[in-house]
């Protein structure tokens, strides 16, 4: 079984640019996650989806972050323009269904200068 | 705010000892409970779960959940220097349904297995 796909694995860009990240999901995984991991914290949610719909985003900052999950599989992240404190890995995992655990990619991690 | 908590470490302890790591949360809605191994550089790796009260083995691996107390733990037995990482305690609110939950994930405790 072939895991979750993300790229680019690193990225730096200025304040004020604007990044995207990819992630493919595990075939069949209807649960898609996109986390936030700042070095030496543990990862926070940004938003979840199930297929293409929204479950919670409740802790994305939507002045400058968006996401989308076109047809149900693949998702990108945007963040537009981008702060310093972004600087992060992002993670996107995704699931199955029921709770099972995630899988987790491999990340991007971003440096914002 | 649901918090989990844990103590950030660095928790050392000698090749073949049994390490011991304890994570607490807030939320008593939470349902299922994991842990973790985040290898420096890497992305978490799911290693254990746990839905009911009382131990669950795994190898060298035991997790236990006191429900009442609202703490998670995992015992490594015969710790091993390949051991050395960030365990992430993370519990979710979802029971066995078929809808995924999110995950709330504590800071994670750092282990060094020494020589």
């Known amino acids: 079984e072939a895991g979750v796909a993300q790229s680019p694995r690193y990225k730096i860009i200025e304040k004020r640019q604007s990044v995207a990240f990819w992630c493919n999901p595990i075939?069949?995984?209807?649960?898609l996650y996109w986390y936030q991991q700042i070095l030496g914290q543990g990862p926070k949610l940004l938003i979840q989806?199930?297929?293409?719909?929204?479950?919670?985003d409740s802790q994305l900052p939507k002045d400058r972050f968006s996401a989308e999950r076109l047809k149900g599989v693949d998702s990108t992240l945007k963040i537009q323009p981008a702060k310093l404190e972004d600087s992060a890995v992002y993670l996107c995992?995704?699931?199955?269904?029921?709770?099972?655990?995630?899988?987790f990619g491999s990340g991007t991690r971003l440096t914002v200068v | 705010q649901k918090e989990v908590e844990q103590n950030s470490g660095p928790l050392s302890v000698p090749e073949g000892a049994i390490a011991s790591l304890n994570c607490t949360y807030s939320?008593?809605?939470?349902?299922?409970f994991f842990w973790y191994r985040q290898y420096s550089g890497k992305s978490p790796e799911l290693i254990m779960s746990?839905?009911?009260?009382g131990d669950k083995e795994d190898g060298r691996f035991t997790a236990q959940l006191n429900k009442a107390s609202q703490y998670v733990s995992l015992l490594i037995r015969d710790s091993q220097p390949s051991d050395s990482a960030t365990y992430l305690c993370?519990?979710?609110?979802?029971?066995?349904?078929?809808?995924?939950?999110?995950?709330?994930f504590g800071t994670g405790t750092r282990l060094q297995v020494t020589l």
């Open positions: 989806f199930q297929n293409n719909g929204v479950v919670d």
């Open positions: 995992a995704s699931s199955f269904g029921g709770p099972y655990g995630y899988t």
């Open positions: 993370a519990v979710s609110e979802s029971e066995n349904t078929g809808t995924a939950s999110k995950l709330t």
């Open positions: 075939s069949g995984h209807a649960t």
């Open positions: 746990i839905y009911s009260n």
């Open positions: 939320d008593r809605g939470s349902q299922s």
